[in-house]
């Protein structure tokens, strides 16, 4: 269940970042919808549906080389840190305090937009009429494709990188800590 | 008149932790406020690290963990006036805001400079439409305190790999790390161009250090905060400044205003903002200023403080960057280890060419700067350096800009220019309502000439290491803008994280903003601790010497100097 989007939003992104982040089977590369792109701007334009906000993990390990999991441990924000936030996501809706430098259209809205432009029916369409309708708003295919590419390689913690099916495409170990690299490993071909 | 503490300090990135810890040490008490979060060491003893540092790219690299956020904390630029008043708004030059400072996310390559760089006039000579200076201080008057802040941030490097390198009075308290695979490639191609290579003097122990592991090549260094503090960020500093008992770190707290006598002649104190907006004063016999050398004239600026020389601002220094790229047939793993493990000094000595290409421009002389062989980035800043559609899938799969790309970056000296400079910006404000800082800065064409000089040999090396095609670039862009220029990922703004120069030492106040000891001439209790005293930018990455000086501040202030180190015989 998506948390900012509605369903047909949800399939028309995930359609979207497929054409810009394909999966390719000769290749191995899994494609956005596989590695659940759509999933990680779900929860990025949704962060403040959850207490902390998903806006940064936690830290140190992953647990995936050891150590205690502490990644799903999202960090809290400070008030001046949740107010960039939400005047990022939400925009500055008219509110005095988000307007330091004048209004700011937040990512939500920009996605509304963005979408809309493409049509209720993009999800539907054959690939080459969604990649013209793509090119056709070129400031919003770039944005899709910003978070498309930190989606399929940022961390699965955010929602993307299913399985970590993006690092195991490009053989990207991911996070290292706390095994590290040998000395030999480091400077060995 | 009974103060709240004998020193206030603005800002806790290696300049003011380095203060902190020297005036502690010898018995003074100090309240430092930091404007950024805490995320480095827990606030009661025993002062334990803590754990919200990871191997996460999308936290810190395309969420800014770290701050500042550019929204409640905008800057602006313009290379002059003729770009009206500014060309963007954003992120200019960032350093992390946050307990720490910029050490926090530096992969801390900590060169000493040399000798000639205390007296670049002397040697050297003036150059045209540069305000080329000497220091007040030499490189014997720095030597005993580069020594100490070596021992107390840690760093790891062989004393008598560079040829280059000025005297010293003993080795580094740990060897070297290991090298990068490219870096063993790269190093023994520049040796065959008679260039002098050796491991980058780092601040990452090697060994375990100071209560703190040796790293573990873990890969996710510059750009982001050590998951087991194996760095030499300013935490070992800080911990031992809040040991004594006589340190008040205080975070999420904003300095807004110096405070000042009637005369303005001594400052009595700051007012600060705290993270629930409340205004507070602090009174103290001295105010030290480390918030590094965009944030100090700033502030300066905004009070329209000890500035009779007209001086505060200008004189902005970075480095400009000459950045060579070889693509290699085959990987290099260069996420494993350190971001940057060898460094090579022969262009800031200049050698026959070099004075001819200086000759052929009308030029006195050229210097470049340390050249980093280093290794790229994460996979997310990557993939958005590739087109979308079908052919990502190859790019990403062959990786030609993360696992087969080595890098020399160059920080060549960028002369000073009076007109290259931080002032307040007239219309955009930051969260606090206070004028946003503007940079005005165009290199000079020293600059220009220099980076065309070396970038061929940097990729000569890069072809000789076996790398199959290279071609080179700069930061910022060193001719008009072009549509190219507006895409590049370094952007437009000088991409250079070393800042320097903007309250320059000197003996004279009508020439220079501080003294020798780093005190204001105009307000003698009002210090500097940060780079905003360098009178010149030499090519070295500003870390050590800034620490060095402040520490060098410290002591002169306490009466506490360090006995004077020998040269050693022969
Ligand atoms: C990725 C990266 C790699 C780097 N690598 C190297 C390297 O290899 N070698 C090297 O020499 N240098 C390197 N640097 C540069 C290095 O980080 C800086 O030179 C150094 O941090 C400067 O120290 P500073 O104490 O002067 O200022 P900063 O580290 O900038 O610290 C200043 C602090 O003051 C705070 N502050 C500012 N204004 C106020 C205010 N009004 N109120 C309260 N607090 C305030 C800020 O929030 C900040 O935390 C690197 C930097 C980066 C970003
Ligand atoms: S490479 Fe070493 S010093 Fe750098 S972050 Fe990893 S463990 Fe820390």
């Known amino acids: ?189 | 008149m009974t103060v709240d503490a004998r020193v206030v300090i603005v800002g806790s990135g290696p300049g003011g932790a380095t203060f902190a810890e020297a005036i502690t040490r010898f018995g003074w008490d100090c309240i430092m406020l930091e404007k950024g979060r805490n995320h480095l060491l827990e606030r009661e003893p025993p002062y334990a690290p803590k754990t919200v540092f990871s191997n996460d790219e999308i936290k810190f690299v395309h969420r800014h963990v770290l701050g500042p956020d550019p929204l409640l904390e905008p800057r602006t630029y313009r290379r002059d006036e003729d770009d009206g008043e500014r060309l963007l708004v954003g992120d200019v030059n960032n350093l992390p805001s946050t307990v720490g400072g910029g050490g926090v996310h530096a992969d801390s390559k900590l060169p000493r400079f040399r000798e000639e760089d205390f007296r670049l006039r002397t040697t050297y000579g003036p150059v045209e439409g540069a305000a080329v200076e000497d220091w007040p201080i030499s490189y014997d008057d720095l030597e005993p305190y580069y020594a100490e802040v070596e021992r107390s941030i840690g760093v790891a490097g062989d004393h008598t790999a560079n040829p280059f390198a000025s005297w010293r009075s003993g080795p580094y308290p740990m060897p070297p790390g290991p090298d990068m695979y490219g870096a063993t490639l790269s190093t023994a191609a520049a040796e065959r161009l008679g260039l002098h290579p050796y491991p980058a003097p780092t601040g990452a122990n090697s060994v375990p250090y100071d209560g703190r592991p040796a790293c573990n090549n873990c890969g996710f260094c510059g750009l982001y905060g050590c998951p087991i503090h194996a760095k030499g960020d300013p935490i070992a500093m800080l911990r031992r400044a809040l040991q004594t008992g006589r340190c008040q770190l205080r975070p999420e707290c904003v300095v807004t205003d110096i405070l000042v006598d009637r005369r303005r002649r001594r400052a009595t104190g700051l007012r600060y903002l705290d993270a629930a907006g409340d205004s507070h004063t602090i009174t103290a016999e001295f105010v030290v200023l480390a918030g590094g050398a965009f944030e100090t004239p700033r502030l300066l600026l905004h009070n329209g403080l000890a500035n009779s020389s007209g001086l505060v601002g200008r004189h902005l220094m970075y480095h400009v960057q000459t950045l060579s790229v070889g693509g290699f047939p085959f990987r290099l793993h260069g996420h494993r280890g350190r971001s940057v493990t060898h460094l090579h000094d022969d262009h800031l000595v200049p050698d026959r060419e070099a004075r001819r290409a200086a000759r052929e421009a009308g030029l006195p002389w050229i210097r470049g700067g340390i050249v980093e062989h280093g290794a790229a980035a994460g996979p997310v800043l990557e993939a958005k350096t590739y087109q979308p559609g079908p052919g990502h899938n190859p790019s990403m799969y062959h990786s030609d800009l993360r696992d087969r790309l080595w890098v020399f970056t160059m920080q060549g000296e960028d002369l000073p220019q009076p007109t290259n400079r931080v002032d307040l910006d007239p219309a955009i404000r930051d969260v606090w309502g206070r004028p946003a800082g503007r940079a005005t800065y165009r290199p000079h064409r020293h600059e220009v000439v220099a980076s065309a000089h070396i970038a061929p040999i940097l990729e000569r090396v890069l072809l000789g290491a076996g790398a199959e095609w290279s071609f080179s670039t700069t930061s910022p862009p060193l001719g008009p803008i072009t549509a190219l220029d507006r895409q590049n990922p370094l952007g437009l703004a000088p991409a250079s994280k070393h800042v320097m120069g903007t309250c320059r030492m000197g003996d004279d106040p009508t020439t220079s903003v501080v003294d020798a000891q780093s005190r204001f001439h105009d307000i003698e209790n009002l210090l500097c601790a940060d780079s905003a005293v360098f009178v010149t930018s030499t090519g070295y990455g500003p870390t050590l010497t800034l620490a060095a000086l402040a520490l060098r501040a410290a002591c002169l202030l306490t009466g506490n100097p360090l006995p004077r180190t020998n040269r050693p015989a022969g």
């Open chain 1, 1 to 189: 269940m998506p948390v900012f989007f509605t369903d047909a939003e949800y399939a028309a992104v995930a359609a979207a970042c497929e054409r810009l982040l394909p999966a390719d089977p000769e290749l191995g590369a899994p494609g956005a919808t596989r590695a659940g792109v759509a999933d990680y701007i779900d929860q990025l334009l949704g962060a403040f549906a959850f207490d902390p906000p998903r806006i940064w993990a936690g830290g140190p390990f992953s647990g995936r080389w050891g150590g205690e999991a502490r990644f799903g441990a999202f960090l809290e924000l400070s008030p001046l840190e949740e107010l960039a936030w939400r005047t990022r996501i939400e925009g500055s809706r008219g509110l005095p305090e988000r307007e330091i430098n004048g209004p700011v259209v937040g990512l939500q809205e920009r996605y509304r937009a963005g979408l809309r432009a493409l049509g209720a029916d993009f999800a539907a369409c054959d690939g080459p009429e969604q990649d013209a309708r793509l090119d056709a708003v070129p400031e919003f295919k770039a944005l899709l494709y910003e978070h498309a590419c930190e989606g399929l390689y940022g961390d699965p913690v955010y929602g993307g990188n299913r399985d970590q099916v993006g690092w195991r495409f490009i053989g990207f170990p991911g996070d290292a800590q706390p095994r590290g690299y040998t000395d030999a490993e480091v400077y060995r071909p």
